[in-house]
């Protein structure tokens, strides 16, 4: 009995010593908590403020570039914001800047885009488009720079007129020394403007021609090609009197200064204004 009772008071011994060291190690471990999260409380202050720095810069340089842009090629030449593969926050900073002109490759970008963004952006159509997928765009597309087919142009009429719409389109010329663009040959294109079905459409306004040149390092063969569809374009106009057919869109990021030499007054520009 007496052992049991020696046995007893022992471990209540022990087992107030461990409850203590356990409090003044808790204890511990709350200090040392508490000092990292006032210690991770200023790391994330101090990320937040480099952030809004960073993100405020990038937003000068955004405006910077459009505005350098704009002043290098003059009144006369409309800039058009490509804006593929770019994020809702980068179209919105480069809207606020007062640009409103916009463009997409894929039909589906660009609707998704057009319910996010305000509603007054004027988005033409640059990519290649599928006369099933006219429908989605007729309403509000504002042009159709890609027009490659008599078959697209007469979609694009069907669905202007039961949108009480007449849409703006550029035929799309192939001028490329390559197989991976799309475009409308010149003999095409002639063809094309010369049928009744294209002059029996009353929905449809051809403003004027798009061109692509080869991706090239080749200033030569480019420019080249920029002034083979200035010129076909200039005969064009001349001969069908077309009302309104004053656009002629050659140039992109990489070039569109020497499209502007050919003739060019309407260029894409997505890079260099997101860079």
């Not at 790391?43 to 810069?57: A, D, E, G």
């Not at 309403?139 to 007449?166: M, T, Y």
Request: charged share 20%; net charge positive.
């Amino acid at each position: 009995m007496l052992l049991y009772t020696a046995a007893s008071a022992i471990l209540r011994s022990t087992m107030m010593s461990t409850i203590l060291d356990s409090s003044i190690t808790q204890s511990g471990l709350s200090l040392t908590l508490g000092r990292a999260s006032l210690q991770l409380k200023a790391i994330i202050k101090t990320r937040n403020k480099i952030t809004c720095r960073f993100i405020t810069f990038a937003n000068i340089m955004l405006a910077e570039n459009i505005s350098g842009i704009k002043q290098e090629i003059g009144q006369n030449v409309q800039l058009v914001i490509v804006s593929k593969y770019r994020q809702i926050s980068e179209i919105k900073k480069a809207y606020e800047t007062g640009h409103r002109v916009f463009a997409e490759n894929r039909v589906q970008s660009l609707l998704e885009r057009r319910e996010q963004l305000p509603q007054d952006i004027q988005w033409h159509l640059i990519g290649h488009l599928q006369t099933n997928k006219v429908k989605y765009i007729a309403p509000f597309i504002a042009c159709i720079q890609s027009v490659d087919s008599l078959s697209l142009l007469s979609e694009i009429n069907k669905h202007g007129a039961k949108n009480n719409r007449v849409i703006d389109c550029l035929l799309q010329i192939y001028i490329a020394s390559e197989d991976t663009k799309f475009g409308l040959s010149e003999a095409e294109c002639i063809d094309l403007l010369n049928s009744e079905t294209y002059r029996d459409m009353k929905n449809v306004r051809i403003r004027g021609m798009m061109g692509m040149a080869s991706n090239t390092s080749d200033l030569q063969l480019v420019e080249k090609e920029f002034k083979s569809l200035k010129l076909f374009f200039d005969q064009t106009k001349l001969h069908y009197n077309l009302e309104q057919f004053d656009v002629l869109s050659m140039g992109m990021s990489g070039d569109y200064a020497l499209a502007i030499q050919c003739g060019s007054n309407m260029i894409r520009v997505g890079s260099k204004v997101f860079e």
